[in-house]
């Protein structure tokens, strides 16, 4: 096992690695997106070892997909297995949760800066949808639902996004 090395579960394997996959073990990643303005992917992934001692990690990356370099990435306590998605105005959302808190974050979608947060009280699993109406873009996500870690009661939330200038 010495000579074996752990890689994120969408890198294509090699000689010497080994896989690790979820369901109580391992690394898995939920719905990925994409901006052509940033040229970037975008994944939310949990690392929750098997038996490791420590509760999971959650991953929330930006890569260059010609490349596959690690462009920036934030760091939760808890799972962020839910779809991120990416809007016009340079926002990318993305939801985490455990039995800790559940939040849904706004980042800046090229620099990975953290925009805004907003604490749910319960864990995000499904990939929020943006939309507009009038001209004025919402961004809508479910909270709640799942076993994992799950907090509070099931909600829908809406919110308004910044006017374009």
Same mark, same amino acid.
């Given at each position: 096992?010495?000579a074996?090395?752990l890689?994120?579960?969408f890198?294509p394997?090699?000689?010497? @690695?080994i =896989?690790a996959?979820g369901?109580?073990?391992?690394?898995? &990643?939920g719905p990925l997106? &994409?901006?052509?303005k940033t040229?970037?992917l975008y994944?939310a992934a949990?690392? @929750?070892? =098997?038996?490791?001692?420590?509760?999971p990690k959650?991953? =929330?990356s930006a890569?260059d997909?010609?490349?596959?370099?690690?462009?920036w990435?934030?760091i939760?306590?808890? &799972?962020?297995?839910? /779809?991120?998605?990416?809007?016009d /105005?340079?926002?990318? =959302?993305?939801?985490?949760?455990?039995?800790?808190?559940?939040?849904f974050?706004a980042?800046?979608?090229?620099t990975?800066?953290e925009?805004?947060?907003?604490?749910?009280g319960?864990?995000?699993?499904?990939?929020?949808?943006v939309?507009?109406?009038?001209?004025?873009?919402?961004v809508t996500?479910?909270?709640? /639902?799942?076993?994992?870690g799950?907090?509070?009661?099931?909600?829908?939330?809406?919110f308004?996004l910044?006017?374009?200038?």
């Amino acid at each position: 096992m010495e000579a074996n090395t752990l890689v994120e579960q969408f890198t294509p394997l090699g000689p010497g @690695q080994i =896989f690790a996959p979820g369901m109580g073990g391992g690394s898995s &990643y939920g719905p990925l997106a &994409y901006s052509e303005k940033t040229g970037l992917l975008y994944v939310a992934a949990i690392d @929750q070892p =098997f038996n490791s001692g420590r509760g999971p990690k959650g991953y =929330f990356s930006a890569y260059d997909p010609t490349t596959g370099e690690l462009i920036w990435r934030q760091i939760f306590e808890g &799972y962020a297995q839910a /779809g991120p998605v990416v809007t016009d /105005g340079g926002l990318v =959302f993305v939801g985490a949760g455990s039995n800790i808190a559940g939040y849904f974050y706004a980042f800046d979608a090229e620099t990975g800066e953290e925009y805004w947060k907003y604490n749910t009280g319960s864990g995000i699993f499904a990939s929020p949808a943006v939309y507009a109406i009038d001209g004025q873009e919402y961004v809508t996500v479910a909270s709640g /639902g799942g076993s994992r870690g799950r907090r509070g009661g099931d909600l829908i939330l809406t919110f308004a996004l910044p006017q374009k200038n």
